[in-house]
C-alpha cells in the first residue's frame, strides 16, 4: 500500500543514454513532482504537473522531460545523460496546486552517470 | 526570492537529550515554512508545516517548531531525542501563492549516540 512508488531503485548507465524513471502515486492526488537531490542532499524542484498543465523551473536542461500518461503517473525521461545527471531523483503528489503544502515523496531513484 | 539556511550541516547529541535545528529564512513576502524528515535510503517525510495562525506548530513523533517572524526563524525542537530520530531534516520555505517554487536548506544531521 505505498503511498508513492518510483522504479527503478538505483539506475547506473552511461553518458550519453536516453533513460526513463517511474512514479505512480495512489492517493488520488491531482498534482505530482519531480526533485533532483544532489551529492550535497541540495534538493530543488525540477516540475511540478497538474491536470496536464506543466511547470518547469528555468534551470532544468530541456534533455529533461516529464511525460504523465494518467493522473496516477508522472515519469522523468532523460536525453543524453551528462556526469552532472547524477544525483537522486524524488517523485512526490499532493492532492491539488491549490492543497499543495503537503507532499507526499517517493523513495527516490539513485542515478549515476558513468 | 526565498531562502533558507540551515545554520548546522551535523548535530550529534545523546540519548534523551532535548535537540535544536535551526532554520532562518529570508524572504520579501510572506511564507509557508516546512520541516521535513529524511531517514537513510528514503524519501522525505513531513514533519510539520507552518502556514498561518498559532507561531507553535506542533508534528509528528513529538517534534514543534516555532515561527519567529521578527527574527526569520522556524527552529525545529525535541525536548528528548531517540536513536530512531537520527535522519537529515530538512527545512524548506515557499511562497504561498507557488507551488513550484519550494525552497530547500541543505539539511542537518542529526546523529543521537546512545
Known amino acids: 500500500d505505498t503511498a508513492v512508488s518510483q522504479t527503478p531503485k538505483y539506475l547506473v548507465t552511461q553518458m550519453g543514454n536516453d533513460k526513463s524513471i517511474k512514479c505512480e502515486q495512489n492517493l488520488g492526488h491531482d498534482t505530482m513532482y519531480w526533485y533532483k537531490q544532489d551529492s550535497k542532499k541540495f534538493l530543488k524542484i525540477m516540475f511540478s504537473y497538474n491536470n496536464k498543465e506543466l511547470i518547469i523551473n528555468e534551470t532544468v536542461p530541456n534533455r529533461f522531460s516529464p511525460k504523465s500518461p494518467d493522473k496516477a503517473h508522472l515519469n522523468l525521461h532523460i536525453n543524453s545523460l551528462e556526469l552532472g545527471d547524477s544525483a537522486v531523483y524524488f517523485c512526490?503528489?499532493?492532492?491539488?496546486?491549490?492543497?499543495?503544502?503537503?507532499?507526499?515523496f517517493g523513495p527516490g531513484t539513485r542515478l549515476l552517470v558513468l | 526570492a526565498q531562502s533558507v539556511t540551515q545554520l548546522d550541516s551535523q548535530v550529534p547529541v545523546f540519548e534523551e537529550a532535548p535537540v535544536e535545528l535551526r532554520c532562518n529564512y529570508s524572504?520579501?513576502?510572506?511564507?509557508?515554512l516546512f520541516w521535513y524528515v529524511q531517514y537513510p535510503n528514503q524519501g522525505l517525510q513531513l514533519l510539520l508545516k507552518?502556514?498561518?495562525?498559532?507561531?507553535l506548530v506542533k508534528g509528528i513523533n513529538g517534534f514543534e517548531a516555532e515561527f519567529n517572524k521578527s527574527q526569520t526563524s522556524f527552529h525545529l525542537r525535541k525536548p528528548s531525542v531517540h536513536i530512531s530520530d537520527t535522519a537529515e531534516y530538512f527545512c524548506?520555505?515557499?511562497?504561498?501563492?507557488?507551488?513550484?517554487?519550494?525552497?530547500f536548506g541543505a539539511g542537518t544531521r542529526l546523529t543521537v549516540k546512545p
Open positions: 524572504s520579501s513576502v510572506s511564507v509557508y
Open positions: 524548506a520555505v515557499s511562497p504561498p501563492n507557488n507551488n513550484n517554487d519550494m525552497r
Open positions: 512526490a503528489s499532493s492532492p491539488s496546486v491549490t492543497r499543495w503544502e503537503t507532499q507526499y
Open positions: 507552518y502556514l498561518s495562525g498559532s507561531t
